[in-house]
């Protein structure tokens, strides 16, 4: 079976691209490396030591992604490449890690925590947060489930909610290092609690995540410190 993968050199689309080759997938990247370095592709080589084609393109250019396919036997696509415009990054809480991340590392100076009245254990937003690899997992299981004919929607998360405090304890207590924050208004639109509920995925796709809050605080700061050094 081979899978395109769009934005396969970023950060979702790479370890997406270690777990398919691991599991004897093959694969062809595409990105145009907008927000990616193309050391990355020599790291999934390196990795997981197979090999497969890349192009550097916008997959955008209808002419240039026509192409691909007829070069190319393609049996699936999975699409990672997408802007994270900054102001949509701030909106959407999913991202928070990045966030503390650069937080902890002095990039930024303070996390602001929207909203500290929520009807929550300790006043903050809380929500689901998935280890990278588990997300990647989960394609590769939905992949391999292709057989099956129409339209398929997987929720891929922990099924636990963990507030905006929550992290911050867990982040600090794991990495030792400290994340300065303060408190600011709600932000329009955010709700008190949401966190998936996975059940078809582990029902129909064999699929759970494995990693627990602890390795995804772990494993971000370790990622971080290690694409800053390079
Ligand atoms: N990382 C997260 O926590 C997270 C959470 C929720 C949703 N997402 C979504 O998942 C997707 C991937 O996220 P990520 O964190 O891996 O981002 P990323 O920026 O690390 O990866 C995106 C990749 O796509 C490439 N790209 C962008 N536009 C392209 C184009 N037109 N043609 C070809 N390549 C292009 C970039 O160069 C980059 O390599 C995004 O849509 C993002 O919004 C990410």
Same mark, same amino acid.
């Given at each position: 079976m081979k899978v395109l993968l =769009?934005?396969?050199v970023g950060y979702v689309g790479s370890h997406t691209a270690v777990e398919l080759l691991n599991n004897g997938i093959e694969i062809i990247v595409v990105d145009d490396l907008s927000n990616s370095d193309k050391k990355v592709i020599e790291s999934i080589?390196? %990795? =997981?030591? @197979? *090999? $497969? @084609? $890349?192009?550097? %393109?916008d997959y955008k250019d209808r002419e240039k992604l026509e192409k691909v396919f007829e070069e190319n036997q393609i049996d699936a696509v999975v699409n990672f490449a997408g802007y994270k415009a900054v102001g949509e990054s701030v909106r959407k809480p999913n991202n928070l890690m990045p966030y503390i991340v650069r937080v902890a590392s002095g990039k930024l100076k303070e996390l602001s925590v929207f909203g500290n009245d929520y009807n929550t254990h300790d006043g903050t937003g809380v929500?689901?947060?998935i280890h990278v690899v588990d997300l990647a997992n989960g394609h590769v299981k939905a992949i391999k489930k292709l057989n099956k004919s129409g339209m398929h929607i997987y929720n891929l998360g922990t099924?636990?909610?963990?507030?905006?405090?929550?992290?911050?304890? =867990?982040f600090e207590e794991t990495t030792g290092k400290k994340v300065k924050y303060k408190f600011?208004?709600?932000?329009?639109? *955010? %709700?008190?609690?949401?966190?998936a509920n996975p059940d078809k995925a582990k029902r129909e796709l064999d699929?759970?995540?494995?990693?627990?809050?602890?390795?995804i605080c772990r494993d971000s700061w370790n990622y971080m410190v290690k694409n800053t050094e390079e």
């Open positions: =769009t934005g396969g080589k390196s %990795i =997981t030591g @197979k *090999d $497969f @084609k $890349f192009y550097k %393109i929500r689901d947060y099924g636990k909610g963990y507030s905006v405090l929550d992290i911050i304890k =867990t600011a208004p709600r932000r329009e639109g *955010d %709700i008190d609690i949401y966190y699929w759970e995540a494995k990693r627990n809050l602890k390795d």
